[in-house]
C-alpha cells in the first residue's frame, strides 16, 4: 500500500530524517493559513499515489500564499496524468511545504533484494530525474548496499557506500544519518519500498528529504491500523476501493461479463470459460467460504455497481457447504435483489442435483458444468 508524500515525510521524520517543514490543505484557505506560516514561500504537492507528480503539473513553487492559495483552488478536483499512470487520478489534497533553496539533488532508496535477501539501500548523485533514466544511461552512478535485516548496517559501511557514490564530503555525515533513519522506517513501518528522489542539499549544505514515497506491505497493514483511513486512495478504480473496504478479493478486468465463485482458482478457471464462450470477463471475484445469502448478496451489489454488466455467472463448488444450501442462499439473496440482467449459477459438489432443482423456475439458470454455464451466460448476455 502507497503512502502518500505527507504521510511518509511524517514517517521518516519520526526516525529522525530532515524533512522540510508542511501540512495537508484540502482547500484554498487551508493551503494560505499554512503557506503564511512560511512567509509565503512554499511549494504546492497534489497528495496522489502516483509517480511524475512534478511533470503532471502537480508540483510548483511559489514566493506568496496568495498564489500558493490560488494554485491550490485550481489543482483540488482536478484529474493528473502521468507517463506512469496514463488514466490519472484526482487531486483531493496537496501539501504546502516549506520552500526549500535546492543547490544539489540526490537520489535515495530502500528496497527488498528478495534473491539476496538482504534490504538494499541505493545511492546516487543523479537525483530529481528518472532514477530509470539513470540506471539506463549512467548504472555506474547508482551505488548499492545490501543490509542484513536482523543487523542493519554499520556506520562505517553506509560512510563507505555514500563516498563510493560521490556524495560530496560535507554532505556524507548527514547522508549516513538519513540512510540510517531510513533502514530504521524501514524495518519499523513494515515498508516494502521507500524512495526519497530528491534529497535536497541546499546552499547552506543542508541535507533534507524534498520527497518521499513509501509503500507498505499490504500484509502487515494489520500492524498498522494508521493508515486505515487512507488505504482506498490508490485503488485505481471505486468498486475496487469499495471491495476493498468489504474485505473482498475484486478486481475490475474491464469486460462485460460479472463473474464470481467461490475460491481464486475456481473464478480464474471461470474467466478462462467466459473468454473461450466468447465473452469478456468484467471482474475476478472470490465470494469466499461458506457462500450464505448475505455474502452473496454482498458481491452481487458490488458486481453490480459496474455498470458495463450485461451477464453474471455464478461458479459456486459446494464442499462442506453443501448445494442445497447454496441454491437456497442464492435464491434468499436474489428475492431481495434487483437484477435485471441474465443470471447464470453453476453449482456442483455436495447434493449438486437438490441444489439445481431448487433454482427451476427462479430467474437463476442452473448448470451443472462450468463449460455449459459460460455459453449460456455468454449467449444470454449478448442476445
Ligand atoms: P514527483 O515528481 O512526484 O517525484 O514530485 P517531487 O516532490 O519530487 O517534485 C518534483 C520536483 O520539484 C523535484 O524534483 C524538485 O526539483 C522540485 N521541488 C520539489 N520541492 C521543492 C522545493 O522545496 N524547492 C525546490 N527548489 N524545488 C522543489
Ligand atoms: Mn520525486
Known amino acids: 500500500m502507497k503512502l502518500h508524500e505527507y504521510q511518509s515525510k511524517d514517517l521518516l521524520a519520526s526516525f529522525g530524517v530532515a524533512v522540510p517543514g508542511g501540512k495537508v490543505a484540502t482547500n484554498a484557505t487551508e493551503a494560505k493559513a499554512i503557506a503564511d506560516e512560511f512567509g509565503g514561500k512554499v511549494v504546492v504537492k497534489a497528495q496522489v499515489l502516483m509517480g511524475g507528480r512534478g511533470k503532471a503539473g502537480g508540483v510548483k513553487l511559489f514566493e506568496n500564499s496568495a498564489d500558493a492559495a490560488a494554485f491550490t483552488q485550481e489543482l483540488i478536483g482536478k484529474r493528473l496524468v502521468s507517463i506512469q499512470n496514463p488514466d490519472g487520478m484526482v487531486v483531493e489534497k496537496v501539501l504546502v511545504a516549506e520552500l526549500v533553496d535546492i543547490a544539489e539533488e540526490y537520489y535515495l532508496s530502500v528496497l527488498l533484494d528478495r534473491a539476496a535477501q538482504r534490504l538494499v539501500v541505493m545511492i546516487s548523485k543523479e537525483g530529481g530525474m528518472e532514477i ?6 549512467n548504472p555506474d552512478a547508482i551505488v548499492r548496499l545490501h543490509v542484513d535485516p536482523a543487523w542493519g548496517a554499520a556506520d562505517f559501511e553506509v560512510r563507505d557506500a555514500v563516498k563510493k557514490a560521490n556524495i560530496p564530503a560535507p554532505a556524507q555525515r548527514q547522508m549516513v544519518a538519513m540512510i540510517q533513519g531510513l533502514i530504521k522506517a524501514y524495518q519499523a513501518s513494515d515498508a516494502d519500498m521507500i524512495e526519497i528522489n530528491p534529497v535536497a542539499l541546499t546552499p547552506e ?3 533534507l528529504a524534498a520527497d518521499a514515497k513509501v509503500s507498505i506491505d499490504e500484509n502487515a497493514l494489520f500492524r498498522h491500523k494508521e493508515y486505515d483511513e487512507t488505504k482506498d486512495d490508490g485503488a485505481e478504480h471505486e468498486i475496487d476501493a469499495e471491495a476493498s473496504k468489504l474485505g473482498i478479493a475484486y478486481v475490475n478486468l474491464g469486460g462485460d461479463i460479472g463473474i464470481m465463485g467461490n475460491g481464486a482458482g475456481l473464478v480464474m478457471c471461470s474467466l478462462d470459460e467466459v473468454n473461450r464462450a466468447g465473452g469478456k470477463p468484467a471482474n475476478f471475484l472470490d465470494v469466499g467460504g461458506g457462500a450464505n445469502a448475505e455474502r452473496v448478496k ?11 454488466v ?7 463448488f459446494g464442499g462442506i457447504t453443501r448445494c442445497d444450501e447454496v441454491a437456497r442462499g442464492l435464491l434468499a439473496a436474489f428475492a431481495e435483489l434487483n437484477v435485471t440482467i441474465p443470471v447464470v449459477a453453476r453449482i456442483e459438489g455436495t447434493a449438486a442435483e437438490e441444489g439445481l432443482k431448487i ?6 439458470i442452473g448448470a451443472s458444468t462450468m463449460q455449459e454455464a459460460a455459453d449460456k451466460v455468454v449467449e444470454l448476455a449478448y442476445a
Open 132 to 137: 530509470e533514466e539513470v540506471a539506463h544511461n
Open 359 to 364: 433454482l427451476e423456475g427462479s430467474q437463476i
Open 310 to 316: 450485461k451477464g453474471l455467472l455464478i461458479n459456486i
Open 205 to 207: 549544505g543542508k541535507l
Open 298 to 308: 454482498t458481491c452481487v451489489n458490488l458486481v453490480m455497481m459496474d455498470k458495463n
